[in-house]
């Protein structure tokens, strides 16, 4: 019982970790603005780099996730990933779910340096401190050892104004999943 709850406070701390926190006499971001600070992240010349994204669906516990390629290391990624999925606990379980997914993939095709790059800001924090929640334990083991087959990789916060193209395949994957169990496959 202490392990549920453990995991259902660190998804409602994730999920509110998403949630913009601005004062009410703090200017509203631009979109510019926003899409600028993203486009000039600094990549290592060679970087693969990977938008990805998690669509989930809090009645159905169903995510679609999304992985766009681009940087100098894309030549061999240039289709975007995707996957869905059924009992899903979280967001952020579907975030990592995109994420393991965008480095194991990478890994397979032996990247040597990637960045991921992801709007869910409080899993990318865990994610630079190496750190673990039980809910996620069996998928962050899956990105820390596969992360040790690259020669540099790196997780960033991207806003998710500028992650629009992952959040276009994670959704698509996930509408797929509802229209294939609404036709009984």
Same mark, same amino acid.
């Given at each position: 019982?202490?392990?549920?709850?453990?995991?259902?406070?660190?998804?409602?701390?994730?999920?509110?970790?998403?949630? !913009? @926190?601005?004062?009410?006499?703090? !200017?509203?971001?631009?979109?510019?603005?926003?899409? +600028? =600070?993203?486009? @000039?992240?600094?990549?290592?010349?060679? @970087?693969?780099?990977?938008? $990805?994204?998690?669509?989930?669906?809090?009645?159905?516990?169903?995510?679609?996730?999304?992985?766009?390629?681009?940087?100098?290391?894309?030549?061999?990624? =240039?289709?975007?990933? /995707?996957?869905? *999925? *059924? +009992? $899903?606990?979280?967001?952020?379980?579907?975030?990592?779910?995109?994420?393991?997914?965008?480095?194991?993939?990478?890994?397979?095709?032996?990247?040597?340096?990637?960045?991921?790059?992801?709007?869910?800001?409080?899993?990318?924090?865990?994610?630079?401190?190496?750190?673990?929640? !039980?809910?996620?334990?069996?998928?962050?083991?899956?990105?820390? +050892?596969?992360?040790?087959?690259?020669?540099?990789?790196?997780?960033?916060?991207?806003?998710?104004?500028?992650?629009?193209?992952?959040? /276009?395949?994670?959704?698509?994957?996930?509408?797929?999943?509802?229209?294939?169990? =609404?036709?009984?496959?």
């Amino acid at each position: 019982m202490e392990i549920i709850t453990k995991s259902i406070s660190d998804a409602r701390e994730g999920q509110a970790a998403q949630a !913009p @926190t601005l004062r009410r006499d703090a !200017p509203l971001p631009s979109v510019a603005a926003a899409l +600028h =600070s993203s486009r @000039t992240r600094a990549a290592p010349p060679g @970087t693969l780099l990977c938008n $990805v994204d998690g669509a989930w669906d809090a009645g159905s516990k169903s995510c679609g996730t999304g992985g766009v390629f681009s940087g100098e290391g894309h030549s061999g990624c =240039s289709a975007p990933i /995707s996957d869905s *999925r *059924r +009992h $899903v606990s979280s967001a952020l379980m579907a975030e990592a779910f995109a994420i393991r997914s965008a480095v194991m993939y990478t890994a397979s095709l032996n990247v040597k340096s990637l960045m991921i790059l992801s709007d869910f800001q409080f899993l990318v924090k865990l994610l630079k401190e190496r750190g673990s929640v !039980p809910a996620l334990f069996g998928i962050l083991f899956d990105i820390y +050892h596969f992360s040790s087959l690259f020669d540099v990789i790196s997780f960033s916060y991207v806003h998710r104004l500028s992650n629009g193209m992952a959040d /276009s395949v994670a959704k698509s994957a996930f509408s797929l999943l509802n229209s294939s169990s =609404s036709n009984g496959v």
